[in-house]
């Protein structure tokens, strides 16, 4: 298994450009979230999923949007980039409610300029 | 308010001592998990121990310990006898479920520890 895969792993947006960060799990996990993490910070999470076609916000929202069409795919679309979207954004997936660990991804260092 | 508190922004411990984690959290959750991980300076996440809010025992896995307090609203990671690949920032979590129903999770700060040889 390859567990969650995040593309790219390194991007950097003029402001206003558009984007679609792109995570894919293949352990068939039904949760999968999306974090962010500013330099020296916590996680915040940021949208969630949990199974396909049900989404729901997190704790930071704004200036997102998500979907969830298979099982695999979360991917997290940034519609108009903005420099306080610049962060490391985590993808991560677990089983169901009854598990407790969540599988991450490497994360995708974004630069907004 | 704030879920979940991490009051120690940085600390340093001596190789082979013990060292304690603090985090508090909050929720009017009566089920609820609460977790720690582990990020190194490559930046990867890497769950370290699991603590449910109905389990008696403190949870252990191999040097990591979680002192849950349950009514003090405490849940601190415990590594025991240090080591050099300890020193990375350590991240304390909390699941509980939210007005819709589903699950979410809320990490804390976080505590940058360094072991000193």
């Known amino acids: 298994n390859a567990g969650v895969t995040q593309t790219p792993k390194f991007r950097i947006l003029k402001i206003g450009q558009s984007m679609t960060l792109q995570c894919t799990q293949d352990?068939?996990?039904?949760?999968m979230y999306w974090y962010r993490q500013d330099p020296g910070m916590g996680l915040k999470l940021i949208y969630y999923s949990v199974g396909a076609g049900i989404t729901d916000k997190g704790e930071v929202p704004n200036g997102y949007n998500v979907s969830r069409s298979t099982t695999e795919d979360f991917p997290l679309r940034l519609e108009l980039a903005a420099p306080s979207q610049t962060s490391v954004y985590f993808c991560?997936?677990?089983?169901?409610?009854?598990?407790?660990?969540?599988?991450f991804g490497p994360g995708t260092r974004l630069t907004v300029l | 308010a704030q879920k979940i508190t991490q009051t120690q922004p940085g600390m340093f411990v001596q190789e082979k001592e013990a060292v304690t984690l603090d985090c508090t959290y909050d929720t009017s959750d009566q089920s609820y998990g609460l977790f720690w991980y582990k990020q190194p300076s490559s930046g990867e996440m890497i769950f370290l121990i699991y603590?449910?809010?109905?389990?008696?025992q403190n949870a252990t896995e191999g040097r990591y310990s979680l002192n849950f307090q349950k009514a003090r609203k405490s849940a601190n990671l415990v590594i025991s006898a240090s080591q050099l690949g300890d020193s990375a920032m350590y991240f304390c979590?909390?699941?509980?479920?939210?007005?819709?129903?589903?699950?979410?999770?809320?990490f804390g700060t976080g505590t940058k520890l360094q072991v000193i040889p």
């Open positions: 991560a997936s677990k089983p169901g409610m009854r598990n407790n660990e969540q599988f």
């Open positions: 979590a909390m699941r509980d479920t939210n007005s819709g129903g589903y699950q979410k999770v809320t």
């Open positions: 352990m068939n996990h039904n949760y």
């Open positions: 603590q449910g809010s109905y389990d008696e």
